[in-house]
């Protein structure tokens, strides 16, 4: 009787991981789903709203972002312990960039003059969010176990840190310049650092 009520460690079930990453699955579906009829709509109507290279180029970088975090997500079944906890955190982390994706693309622009208009009128809203993906993949990443998190080395807190900044500087100003130096800054970076990390991959 007393052996039969001694606790057993739980085993990491597989399956879980597989309905975590349907769920997933799914919210980043309808992200890149935005990004792309978004992108759509400057070949189908291209005189209907003014294209913008600032507002153009976050969305290729969002979208590029979305892409490397599905793919990173693969790591999640390194998890060893599900909770109900882990799973909606994981699933907040997704709909953050499922919400970026809608930020950029409204479905109406009749208060603005283009894109590019809206999109400085709503920046602090998505440097906003786009801060707290990066203060979310802090936390999903640690959940795939310290010897993962330790692998990146001195950069990935330097990288986190360095993005953060430039969600700020972004929030505050509207200067054009700025806002397009910070952009190139940042896709230069990007594309940098996925071909370093995931080049042997």
Not at 28 to 34: A, H, P, R
Not at 76 to 97: D, P, R
Request: aromatic residues 18%; hydrophobic residues 55%; positive net charge.
């Amino acid at each position: 009787m007393i052996a039969s009520m001694t606790a057993t460690p739980t085993q990491p079930n597989p399956e879980l991981y597989s309905h975590v990453k349907v769920v997933i699955s799914i919210i980043v579906g309808l992200g890149i789903t935005t990004l792309l009829k978004g992108f759509a709509q400057f070949v189908q109507h291209p005189k209907r709203a003014k294209a913008s290279l600032l507002h153009l180029g976050w969305a290729a970088s969002l979208l590029l972002w979305i892409i490397h975090f599905w793919w990173w997500e693969f790591r999640l079944a390194m998890v060893q312990q599900w909770t109900f906890a882990i799973y909606f955190f994981v699933i907040l982390y997704a709909i953050l960039f499922y919400f970026l994706s809608t930020l950029l693309f409204p479905s109406d622009l009749a208060d603005y003059t283009g894109y590019e208009d809206y999109f400085l009128s709503r920046r602090r809203w998505f440097f906003g969010f786009l801060a707290a993906t990066f203060l979310a993949d802090i936390i999903d990443t640690s959940l795939k176990g310290a010897a993962y998190l330790h692998s990146f080395g001195l950069e990935y807190p330097i990288r986190i840190a360095a993005y953060l900044v430039v969600c700020v500087i972004a929030m505050i100003t509207k200067n054009r310049r700025t806002q397009l130096t910070l952009l190139t800054l940042s896709v230069l970076y990007q594309i940098s650092y996925i071909v370093r990390l995931y080049a042997t991959e």
